[in-house]
Structure formats: C-alpha cells, structure tokens
C-alpha cells in the first residue's frame, strides 16, 4: 500500500513539473512575438532603420525608416519581425522598437489624411479625418490600431499613417 501512495505521488509531482514547463514555453515564445503599432525609438538621430525583403541581415535592403516612424506589426520569421509602414513593408530587428503605448505623453503626426473611427474598425462610425502634419497623443492601441486623443477629441485611426514627433 505504502509502495503505490509512494508512486502516485511521484507521479503527481511530475505531472506537476511537466504542467508549469508547457505552461511556460508559450509565454517565453509569445514575447518574441508581437501585436498593434510600434515605434522606431532606438536609431541614433539622423540613422535610418533598414528595412529588408526577407528575414535576414543578408536580405536585400529595400527601405529605410527613420526614428518615430510608426509600423504594425505583421508577423514573426527567424528572429525578425515583418511590419508595414506607410509606403511599403518588410523585415527589421524588433530591438529597434518601441510600443506606442509604452511612450507616454509622446506627440505624433500624420503622415498623410487619416480617416478616424470611433471605434478600432472601419466599419464602426466614421468620425472625422486628420490633416496631412496633424499632431495627436496616443492613448492605447489595439492590433494595428492606435487610440489618439487630440484636445477633447477621442477616436481610432490605423497606426501606420502616424509618426512620432516628441
């Protein structure tokens, strides 16, 4: 009797074990993963971020994003991230990046005219549109959607069309 308590508690603990090893290899490989809008923050001023074709430092160089450019996050290849930017995409490093909502208090621009939403669809109402330079805050995101405040003026506009100004 002795013998069988003494197996089923081996057992208990290393299906234990195996349960917080599994439980802990998604959240280790989801954080390189991403989601929303980014910003570039970490070029030395006047440096461009390269923007490559395919994921690798080797991959032909195809654009180039200077700091405070916005990009939304596309997906995940070999340790580099694919983005789109306003004017194209491609794979960068994702050390140069930076959520846009771990930038509090940061001003940004439009880019181009931006349509903005009440809510982070465009099938929700239509509430206005930003002027090319406009400057807004940024107040959340949500996927490639980013939540700007602009006086009293609250709505949702996709974040690529933004650029960090502050």
């Not at 880019?111 to 805050?137: C, E, N, R």
């Amino acid at each position: 009797m002795r013998g069988s308590y003494v197996v089923k508690r081996a057992f208990s603990l290393v299906l234990i074990a195996v349960m917080l090893v599994a439980s802990a290899v998604p959240a280790f490989a989801s954080s390189k993963r991403g989601s929303g809008s980014y910003v570039v923050t970490t070029v030395d001023k006047g440096d461009r971020l390269n923007v490559h074709a395919t994921a690798s430092i080797d991959g032909r160089v195809i654009g180039h994003l200077k700091k405070g450019t916005v990009v939304v996050y596309k997906s995940y290849k070999n340790g580099w991230w694919k983005v789109a930017y306003y004017g194209g995409s491609g794979y960068v490093d994702r050390k140069y990046l930076t959520s846009v909502t771990d930038l509090p208090g940061a001003k940004y621009k439009a880019v181009t005219k931006v349509p903005v939403y009440a809510k982070a669809s465009k099938s929700s109402k239509y509430l206005t549109t930003l002027k090319t330079d406009m400057k807004v805050s940024i107040t959340g995101k949500s996927n490639s959607w980013v939540r700007i405040k602009r006086g009293s003026y609250v709505g949702w506009v996709v974040g690529k069309y933004l650029r960090r100004v502050s």
